[in-house]
C-alpha cells in the first residue's frame, strides 16, 4: 500500500492536477489518497468520474456520529464522499491536540464499527529513541488496539524525528522495529497474517524502494514527497 497524506496543504486545482498525473499509473489500487477533508468530494467525483483505482482516506476523524460537536466530521460524513480509510493518532494530531489514548481507542472503535478501514500511527520521539524506550513507547502506543482485529486495520510506524526531517532510520532498524510491532500486535492477539505495517517518515522517490522491500514492511505512508504527482508516480511504480 502506498498512502498518500497530504496534510494542511493542496488546494482543489493541485488536487485534480495531481490526480490526473497519478491516473497513468497500474498500481493505483495500492493507493489511499488522503487530501485535507475539504477536497475528498471533488477527489471522489474526479475518481468515480474517470474509473481510477485509488482509493480515498481522511487524515482524522472524529468519534461519534450525528451529535452535537461543532466543527466535528463523522464517519458517516466520511462515507458519503467515498472515504474508506482514515488515519488516526498522527504523531501531528498527538502532540497539537493531545490526541491521547482514550480518545483514539474511541475513534478506532466507530470506524471499524462503521467500516472505515484505519491507518493507525504510532512513533517515538527523538528523545524517547535516545534514552533507549523506544520499544516501550511504542508497545504503549499499540495498547490502543488491544480488543480490536488487523482485518481492517494498518499499523504506520513514523518516527516522529524522522517525519519531514530527511532523516530515516537505517533499514535494518525499520525492519527490526515492524518486527517487533508484528510479534506485539500477535500477542495482543491479532492474526499474524492481517497484519499491515506501513513505514513513514522522509519517505521519498530515492529510498521508497529498499524500504518497500522489507518483507515485514507492507506499505509506505508519505507526506511531503506525495505532494508531487510526478514524485508519486516514481514512488509507486
Ligand atoms: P514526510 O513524508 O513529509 O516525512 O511525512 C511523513 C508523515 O507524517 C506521513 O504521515
Redesign the pocket.
Known sequence: MF?A?W?MNGSSITVKEWLNIISSSDNLNKCIF?PPLLYLKEANEFISEKKLSLSLGA?DIDPENNISLTGGISPSMLKDVGCKYS?IG???RRNFYKEDSTLLIDKVSICLKEGIKVIF?IGESLEERNSGQTKEILSQQLRALDGFSSENLMV?Y?PVW?????RIPLLEDISETSDYLIDELISLGHKQEEITILY?????ASNAKEIYQLKSVSGL??????LDGEQFLKIIG
Do not use: R
Open positions: 498512502v497524506n496534510k488522503c487524515q488515519i498522527h504523531s501531528e500511527c504506520a513514523e524522522a517525519i519531514g526531517s530527511g513513514g517518515g522522509s519517505v521519498d505512508l508519505i507526506g511531503g514527497a506525495s
